[in-house]
């Protein structure tokens, strides 16, 4: 890359300190809680690479000797949580809603995403040079984090001046500090006082019953930061699938499906006896089919991206292979290009089969043929997760960490999996039982390791610019990978007992549970390949929809348009409810207003602190509530059916988008 690191490759300064390690760790399990919040609310991850720099910026500044390296190894390890957190919540928790899991065991799911998360990491060590270093790479995330550091790095002081953490540090970590308590007490006042309401809803029946309609907003701070992060063009895409699954395919199918949805609601007799509750219900029945329609376009997005990533991923591997040659020729690398030595990197992938063969073995306890099928599970794992890895490695470099489409690798891998094992084992009897459960295991580790995998190349990307040196931070990624697997089934557990996740929470039935979309979509296809039965007939509609965005996504990039159709944001928003895409659509209008007025670069800056903020402490007083709930059931919210809380709930959102839009 022809542009000069900001610490040349003969200079040595403090990478790996007792301090980083900590510090990498904790934020690596405090942003996994917060990460695993938002993703089963709404299905969509953000990066968390640059609220972990200005925390990482903010505390490090405490310390007298701090450098900016040393906070890029924190923001390694930091995000690694977060990326980790997408991996287990769109696999795992389908477990639980299939009825294999009674909760959330800790050590299977620690195994999982510790097995997934390091063999992601060893993935991508020797795509490094071919991606960040050869090919002409966005990586939006790890540039943006890397200015961050630069920015808040840099003033006048003795050992290395230029490289230790200035005031800029300490103003941003009081923005990101602000944000969070806000977004953290309108959290506060809506699932814990009720003071505020969380959503509001409607549904109506027109023209005599014939035409139904149906609509809500959730009030989510949250929600309206990752609209801002996003985007203008994923915010854009997310609400039009939430228009066509809602607005549209719910007073179609029940003008179509009208009779089989009354059977399906429970709702019978005369038309105008029905109630409010009865109007609910048929179009809650009818939405629950239509957004079937984002599974079969999912289904087609994911192979698609595949399709389309093949060229360059094989141009990447050989590159990178070519590399090691020259190495092994005598070359020696600088600081700057030091990875972990391949050989170690092989015997860790190779010594991984050992634990994938028993993970295996434990999933199809009681099948007959299960040390067989075992191996090739883990066979399948080392294989399929190297060549979606490196998929999600690619797109991380493309579309940046937060629009990289993990979904449709996890959906590839769960489909490819469930036909070899319906060949391999059938579906009669116990196979029924443990071929889906299998699967799961299988697409909780590739997914982790995709996911994992895109972060470490925007942390690499990052570290490249600063002039890093790679094995170290590859570590640093391992590290955050250990601390969020440990942490997230704990978190996972509070959740699902305190609002529930894709189902009623067992202690607290009053909640609204958490949607965990893609989960409930990994359940559906793996118990469907084994017999449960699919309705094809929506997933067929959500196929020709996959199509017609694909080819209007390609006519875009022929006339060299910016705003493109990408299938899985499409996809994403007619699986989810549409109240949850409306203050996803109102942030990434509001970024987009103000990079008009302000400038892309002052407007990302400053405003991806505060949104960062918002989500982060909206999430993590999620988690606190439902500690709390979980500890006194029946008593929280403390106010239950406040009158005002809707009008207040909308003043509380209203306030979020005023100071979103007043301070970035």
């Not at 007939?537 to 929809?545: Q, R, T």
């Not at 928003?573 to 659509?585: D, K, T």
Request: charge should be neutral.
């Amino acid at each position: 890359m022809a542009d000069r690191p900001l610490v040349p490759a003969d200079q040595v300064i403090s990478e790996i300190t007792i301090k980083a390690l900590i510090l990498g760790a904790v934020l690596s399990a405090v942003l996994a809680a917060a990460n695993a919040y938002i993703g089963l609310l709404v299905g969509l991850t953000v990066s968390a690479s640059i609220p972990a720099a200005a925390t990482s910026m903010g505390l490090l500044r405490l310390f007298r000797r701090s450098t900016i390296l040393e906070n890029n190894m924190v923001q390694t390890s930091a995000s690694a949580g977060e990326s980790l957190a997408a991996g287990i919540i769109f696999t795992l928790p389908a477990l639980v809603m299939m009825g294999a899991w009674s909760g959330y065991h800790w050590g299977t799911m620690t195994l999982i995403g510790l097995l997934g998360g390091v063999l992601g990491v060893a993935f991508t060590i020797p795509l490094r040079r071919a991606l960040i270093v050869e090919t002409e790479l966005a990586f939006p995330e790890g540039v943006a984090t890397a200015q961050v550091l630069k920015t808040g790095g840099i003033q006048t002081d003795r050992d290395h001046p230029e490289y230790r953490p200035s005031d800029e540090a300490k103003r941003g970590f009081r923005v990101l500090l602000a944000a969070a308590g806000l977004g953290g007490l309108i959290k506060l006042l809506e699932s814990g006082i009720g003071l505020l309401a969380g959503g509001v809803a409607a549904t109506k029946s027109w023209l005599g019953g014939s035409w139904l309609f149906t609509g809500n907003i959730t009030l989510s701070p949250a929600l309206l930061g990752v609209g801002y992060i996003v985007g203008l063009n994923v915010a854009v895409l997310v609400f039009i699938g939430g228009v066509i699954g809602t607005l549209i395919g719910v007073p179609v199918n029940w003008l179509i499906n009208s009779d089989e949805l009354m059977q399906l609601a429970g709702v019978s007799g005369d038309m105008a006896n029905w109630s409010a509750q009865d109007w609910e219900n048929l179009a809650g029945t009818s939405w629950q089919q239509c957004r079937r329609i984002g599974v079969g376009a999912m289904m087609v997005g994911g192979v698609w991206s595949l399709i389309t990533l093949a060229k360059p991923l094989i141009a990447g591997v050989k590159a990178s292979l070519h590399a090691h040659r020259q190495a092994k020729a005598g070359e020696v690398a600088l600081r700057t290009e030091q990875d972990m030595p391949i050989p170690y990197v092989s015997l860790l992938v190779l010594l991984s089969a050992i634990p994938l063969y028993f993970i295996f073995l434990h999933a199809l306890d009681g099948f007959p043929g299960r040390f067989w099928i075992a191996a090739i599970m883990s066979g399948l794992m080392l294989v399929l997760g190297f060549v979606f890895a490196s998929v999600a490695g690619y797109m991380a470099g493309l579309v940046g960490s937060s629009n990289n489409p993990i979904s449709g690798v996890t959906i590839a891998t769960v489909i490819v999996s469930a036909l070899i094992l319906l060949q391999l084992m059938g579906n009669e009897g116990i196979a029924g039982k443990l071929g889906p459960i299998a699967v799961m295991y299988l697409a909780g580790m590739i997914c982790s390791a995709a996911a994992i995998a895109g972060d470490n190349m925007q942390d690499l990307k990052c570290g490249h610019i600063l002039g890093a040196t790679p094995w170290r931070q590859q570590v640093f990624q391992i590290i955050g990978v250990v601390a969020a697997a440990g942490a997230i089934p704990f978190v996972l557990s509070i959740l699902d007992q305190g609002y529930g996740i894709g189902r009623v929470s067992p202690l607290n039935p009053e909640a609204t549970p958490l949607s965990a979309p893609q989960a409930s979509l990994m359940r559906d296809l793996s118990t469907g390949i084994f017999g449960a039965g699919i309705e094809w007939n929506y997933i067929f509609i959500g196929f020709a929809l996959a199509v017609a965005l694909i080819l209007l996504d390609e006519y875009q990039k022929r006339r060299g348009a910016s705003f493109r159709f990408p299938v899985l944001a499409v996809a994403v928003g007619v699986y989810l409810p549409l109240g949850l895409s409306i203050p996803i659509f109102l942030g990434g209008l509001l970024a987009h207003w103000q990079q008009k007025k302000r400038g892309t670069h002052e407007a990302e800056g400053r405003g991806l602190l505060l949104a960062s903020g918002l989500i982060t402490g909206e999430a993590l007083m999620g988690v606190i509530v439902a500690v709390l709930a979980v500890s006194a059931p029946g008593k929280v919210p403390y106010l239950g059916d406040f009158a005002l809380a809707p009008w207040l709930g909308l003043a509380g959102f209203a306030l979020c988008f005023w100071y979103l839009a007043k301070k970035s």
